[in-house]
C-alpha cells in the first residue's frame, strides 16, 4: 500500500470523513523557552473533527476491517478507549451507518463521556482501579461485550496493526512534507503504542538518523519495560490517553532511540502554559509531550528541528487540567499552610447568584435549578442585603400544583438563611459554620455561592497543617 495523506484536497468536504487529517504544523514561538535555540513544531492533530488524532486510526482500523468482511452492514463497533478513540470511532460509525459501544474507565473526564453519548455510542463506564486482568477492566469488558453480540466487531485498537499502520501511512507522511524533510528528532507518548511505532517506522525509512523520543507518565510500564525488557507493577497516573499497564503490540519499542518519563504535574503546567501564551490549547498529553520535547530540544543545536504531537483538544479537559479547583484537589497545586489560610481557599469555582426578590420565582428556580445555585440567597434590591435563600419545599409544592411561576415573586417564598462567610474569614470558620449543616453561603462581589460539606472534604486537602 503507497503512502498517502488523508483528508480531501478539495475546499469542499463530501462527508466529515474527508476532514480527517492534513492538520496544521505550527512552530513554538522562540522566546516560550529562552533556553531553546533550535526550532520546535507542533503537529496540532486535535484539530481532527472528533478532537483528537483517534479520528486517523478509527477511520483506517474500520475500513480496513470492512475489506477483511469483519465489520459488516447493520453491525456494531464495540471498543475500550480513553475516551479519544472512541470519539474518532462514534464519528466514523456516525457517518457510515454503524452502531457503536464504546467502554471507558471511570477517571476519564466527564467532558469526554458526554461527548461519547453526544456522538451516538452506548457508554459503559467501568471501575478504574482495577488490575488488567481483572474481569471488569475495561479492555476485558468490551471483549465480552463484542463477543456476546451477534455482528459486532471489536477493533482492540492496543493489539492492532491497523492502528500503527494509520500514522505510517497519514500523519507520518504529512509530517515529513510539511517540515520539507527536516526532521532530527520527533517525541511522542504512548499509549497503545500506535502514534509513535507509525511515525517512527515512516521517519525512520525516509532518514535513518532520525531520533525517536518516547515519553511516558510516572506509573506507566511502557519506560522501565524499553529501558530493562522487563514489565514492571504498573502505578497510579491522572494523564489521560498515554501511558499503559501491558505491552500493547502496536507499540514497537525497537523502533524507540530514547525515552522520556515526565510527571503528571508537569504536564499539566505546560498544557496551561501552552494555552495561555500562545492559544495553542491542548490536552494533558499534549503537554506531558511538549515538556519532554523542550527538555530535549535544550540540549540540541540551533540548526536542529523536533517535532511532536498534540493529539487531542484542551476542551476535553476543562473539569480536570484547565480547573484549579481540581488541580488544587489533587495536589497538583502547591497547599496553603493552615496559619494563612482562608475560606477563599476552600471555595470551589461554583456558580454564583445574585436574585432580588421582585423578581419572578421562574428566574429563581432556573438558578437553583439549572444553575444549581443551592442555597438560593434572595435580596432586598435597595441595598443587596441578604434578606433569605428560596424555601424549596414550598416552591416544590407550587410547581406540583402547576403555579404559574412567572406571575409569582421570589420574595414570596423565603426561608431562614444559613451563615455567611467571606472569602477573607480564616478557615477554621468554615469547618465551624458547616460542623452542625449541609451547606453554608460563601459572600462573592457578584453575588452569593453555596459551600457544603463535600466541598470542604475535597478542599481541606489543600491546606497544609
Known sequence: METSLMGNQTDTCDTILDAIGNTPMVRLPKDFDPEVQCQV???????????????????????????RGDLKPGGRIVECSSGNTGAGLCVVAAALGYA???VIPDKMSAEKISALRALGADVVVTPCNV?????????????????????????????NRDNTDAHYYSTAPEIWQQCGGKVDVFVAGAGTGGTISGIARYLKEQNPKVKIVGVDPPGSILAHYWKTGEICEAGPYAVEGVGEEEVPRAWDPQLIDDYVVIADGDSFAMARRLAAETGIFPGGSGGMNLAATLQIARTLPAEATIVTILPDYGKAYLSKVYSEDWLRDCGYLPPVAADVATVADLVHENNHARVYADETLAWAVRQAGERGVRPLAILRRQDDSLLGVLDENKVLQAQSKGVDLESQLAGDFLASPPPVLSLAQP??????????????????????????????????KRIRH
Open 41 to 67: 513544531v507542533l503537529k496540532v492533530d486535535y484539530l481532527n473533527p472528533g478532537g483528537s488524532m483517534k479520528d486517523r486510526i478509527a477511520l483506517h482500523m474500520v475500513r480496513e476491517a470492512e475489506k
Open 100 to 102: 457503536i459501544t464504546i
Open 131 to 159: 488490575d488488567i486482568e481483572d474481569p471488569m477492566h475495561y479492555t476485558k469488558v468490551a471483549g465480552r461485550i463484542a463477543a456476546e453480540t451477534p455482528g459486532a466487531w471489536w477493533p482492540d485498537q492496543y493489539h
Open 427 to 460: 478557615w477554621q470558620d468554615a469547618v465551624e459554620a458547616l460542623a452542625e449543616r449541609e451547606a453554608v453561603l460563601v459572600s462573592h462581589t457578584d453575588g452569593y455561592a453555596p459551600f457544603n460539606r463535600q466541598e470542604l472534604m475535597q478542599g481541606l
